[in-house]
């Protein structure tokens, strides 16, 4: 599909924290994303990864801090309408089809034309002939094809991805590749948690690894990218 028009946006997190009682899953984490990065967030099981992640979903609320999104200019931008999150748990509906999950999704967010949007992302996601097909009947990776799909229907400038090969075989990590590519190389920019080295972190321009809910290493600080995916593989 050829990538529409969008506006540019980075997140800005300042001093988020995120505690549940006297548990910090996220201790003062300060950064900027630009416009068009593609950031690997790594660490080990419990570093923070995913809470970060719900909280520019804005599906969870920081303890303290703020959370910005800017346009490339500096400018204030809409949350609703510049961002897809595709969670660890896929979070589509059994007893839906393929389709008419993300007709559903497409109806929330109030999308236009949206019959034609979703034919043409299970298109894109190589489930074409399975739309009519209830999601109780597919394999995780399909599932997961799903929820990478419903991520893209309002075409967001920003795309958060919470392990996003999870369940993926071979040929679908490639396929998911080849897409986060084409977003990230249309001035997208994209924001996932990932273990290890992939086709997919070889699309990061940037690393993060946390630990302890703290920002441990950062490429734009002088650490290396390698590093900090092998050591979260570890």
Request: no cysteine; net charge positive.
């Amino acid at each position: 599909m050829t990538a529409p028009a969008f506006t540019p946006t980075g997140i800005r997190f300042e001093n988020i924290e995120k505690r549940y009682g006297s548990l910090y899953a996220l201790r003062r984490v300060r950064l900027e994303i630009r416009a068009g990065e593609s950031v690997a967030f790594a660490g080990r099981n419990g570093s923070g990864k995913t809470t970060l992640l719900r909280i520019a979903a804005r599906l969870v609320r920081a303890s303290s801090g703020q959370l910005d999104f800017l346009t490339s200019g500096g400018e204030p931008a809409d949350f609703a309408t510049q961002t897809g999150f595709v969670a660890h748990a896929t979070m589509v509906y059994d007893e839906l089809t393929a389709e008419e999950n993300l007709l559903l999704f497409a109806k929330l967010q109030g999308i236009a034309d949206s019959s034609a949007r979703a034919a043409a992302l299970l298109d894109e996601v190589g489930l074409s002939e399975r739309r009519k097909s209830l999601v109780r009947t597919f394999s995780r990776g399909m599932r997961q094809r799903v929820a990478i799909a419903r991520a893209l229907l309002n075409e967001p400038s920003i795309l958060l991805l919470d392990e996003p090969a999870t369940g993926l075989d071979p040929e679908g990590i490639t396929w998911l590749a080849n897409t986060l590519r084409r977003m990230r190389d249309a001035g997208r920019t994209i924001l996932m948690s990932l273990h290890g080295e992939s086709e997919v972190s070889a699309l990061a321009t940037r690393a993060v690894r946390l630990d302890a809910g703290f920002v441990a290493a950062d490429t734009q600080t002088g650490a290396n990218l390698h590093s900090i995916l092998t050591f979260a593989g570890a």
